[in-house]
């Protein structure tokens, strides 16, 4: 089968349909990732086929995730963000999917199923966080995380209303010049391709967040994505040189978060390492791609270093807190501590200190060098997240989550396609 895999994001979002389109095509599935400039190589070099989304990447990232946004106000950033693009972006998506036998995407709330209704084909959605009601916890990039039941439902009702009215600004005439009906609003996820449900798979692990019993029989739990080739990565001498010789280091890092003043945030991590006395790999990512810092004896500074490759060698981990590093971190089982910037990683850190796997988190907004110098010592020095994690890590690591994804991939295809004859 030709499946695309659709998604708007940064590397958390495509670097999950790499490692599921790699299996996929191990099964004789022809796979191809829709998705921002700067992924090519990366889509490439795994041997999948690439369709280049316009917009910015970056630009997108820095607007959703900069100081102060939060879930009252992303959905403006985001839409501040693609406006101008967004009939293009339309076009790009619509017609990447023009050759395939079967869809899948990342949330993007229901412009998707419209593409598969124009179409007329399978479509399966996937999600790296909570976006289906439950009591258990609030939609993932809603503020108060830790408010309870009542406010948990309520903001996914609240969440998919505002999704609703963004999506009836920019859809509400692409369905009618496609022939479609207008969709209504609506306060939940609305899993419909004509008379179709959308099957839904959470790349998610239920010992990270147990099963909501609220959930129905088409969404799916199938575990984390892992990567489970052999690292291939020939690390700098100067790096070795580091981890071997001296106390085994904490690794922090924040991806591809370039939002607010990034140098202003690395500037606090440099203190706070300092003055908690642990030595440290940092990777600049993205937001400090532009910085030039030196190492020394207690801390290493590194443009790009595989968490598969460094995290089995550090002691304990700090990061934004997306989806990939946070199954990454607990894989390995190492102590971890959450500083997310917006959207899903608030949920993230709440979800690692829930489990007892590391401190509350430290929002970026938030963050002074003495909160992250506390944090910091509470990650490393409280046995409790270091056995957690550990017992953590081991169970995990017996997860087939990729396999077991596309296992469900070509069920629901096929079910899907059984139900039109």
């Known amino acids: 089968m030709k499946i695309t895999m659709l998604t708007i994001g940064s590397t958390g979002d495509v670097r999950p349909y790499v490692l599921l389109g790699r299996e996929l095509k191990a099964r004789g599935h022809e796979i191809t990732i829709a998705a921002f400039s700067g992924f090519e190589k990366l889509i490439a070099e795994n041997g999948l086929k690439y369709y280049p989304l316009s917009g910015d990447v970056m630009k997108l990232m820095a607007n959703v995730m900069k100081p102060g946004v939060n879930g009252v106000t992303f959905l403006k950033e985001f839409e501040d963000s693609i406006r101008d693009i967004a009939p293009v972006l339309l076009n790009d998506l619509t017609h990447a999917c023009d050759d395939a036998d079967a869809m899948m995407c990342t949330f993007f709330g229901s412009l998707y199923y419209s593409i598969a209704e124009k179409h007329n084909i399978p479509c399966i959605q996937t999600h790296y ?189 700090v990061h934004h807190g997306g989806a990939g590093t946070t199954a990454a971190g607990l894989r390995y089982g190492k102590p971890t501590l959450v500083v997310p910037f917006g959207g899903d990683q608030p949920f993230w850190g709440n979800r690692v200190n829930a489990i007892g796997c590391g401190p509350k988190p430290i929002s970026r907004d938030r963050m002074t060098v003495q909160r992250l110098t506390k944090g910091l010592i509470d990650l490393t020095t409280h046995a409790s997240y270091r056995v957690a994690a550990e017992e953590l890590g081991a169970r995990l690591r017996m997860e087939t989550g990729t396999k077991n994804a596309a296992d469900i991939v070509e069920r629901e295809i096929l079910a899907w396609k059984e139900s039109q004859k």
């Open 129 to 317: 966080f909570p976006m289906d009601p439950n009591d258990a916890t609030p939609i993932s990039s809603a503020p108060g995380q830790r408010l309870g039941k009542t406010w948990n439902r309520t903001s996914y009702k609240l969440g998919y209303l505002l999704i609703g009215l963004l999506e009836k600004r920019y859809l509400t005439q692409w369905r009618i010049d496609n022939g479609l009906e207008v969709r209504k609003l609506q306060t939940k996820p609305d899993y419909h391709v004509g008379d179709r449900t959308v099957p839904v798979i959470y790349a998610v692990s239920p010992m990270v967040l147990p099963r909501p019993k609220a959930w129905n029989e088409h969404i799916h739990m199938s575990g984390f994505w892992w990567d489970d080739e052999p690292v291939e990565w020939d690390a700098p001498q100067d790096l070795k040189d580091f981890l071997e010789n001296g106390e085994q280091p904490i690794y922090i890092g924040f991806g591809s978060m370039v939002s607010g003043d990034m140098n202003k945030t690395f500037t606090k991590v440099l203190k706070a390492v300092r003055a908690s006395r642990v030595r440290a790999v940092i990777n600049l990512g993205w937001g400090g791609k532009d910085m030039h810092l030196k190492s020394n004896n207690r801390v290493y500074f590194a443009d790009y270093v595989p968490h598969d490759w460094l995290f089995p060698r550090v002691r304990a981990v």
